[in-house]
């Protein structure tokens, strides 16, 4: 089994920074594409950033410039530093990975729990 922890959410006022962490543990061989979605109240999930084994990154046009994907292979975890946060940025954030897991030549795609972000005053 594999699973996705994420950790760093939380209640940040406007213009405020967050970092996200996703650690993935357990019967892993690869991971190949990691990323982030995120839902807000009423809509439905959507990508917010993903990036590749080799670190090539793609983000959605809403994000671009004030958030940054970035993963350290050897932990298997990816991160997402928010800056510039906004009201529309409230969401629950959900990590999710491509994994291979040992004893298997294909990728199954894992989510992590999901952790809250509020942006308010």
């Known amino acids: 089994q594999v699973q996705l922890v994420e950790s760093g959410g939380g209640l940040v006022q406007p213009g405020g920074s967050l970092r996200l962490s996703c650690a993935a543990s357990g019967n892993i061989f690869s991971i190949n594409d990691m990323g982030w979605y995120r839902q807000a109240p009423g809509k439905q999930r959507e990508l917010t950033a993903s990036i590749t084994r080799g670190g090539v990154t793609n983000y959605t046009d809403s994000i671009k410039g004030r958030f940054t994907i970035s993963r350290d292979n050897a932990k298997n975890t990816v991160y997402l530093q928010m800056n510039s946060l906004t009201p529309e940025d409230t969401a629950v954030y959900y990590c999710?990975?491509?994994?291979?897991?040992?004893?298997?030549?294909?990728?199954?795609?894992?989510w992590g729990q999901g952790t809250q972000v509020t942006v308010s005053s």
């Open positions: 999710n990975a491509d994994v291979v897991r040992r004893g298997t030549i294909f990728a199954e795609r894992y």
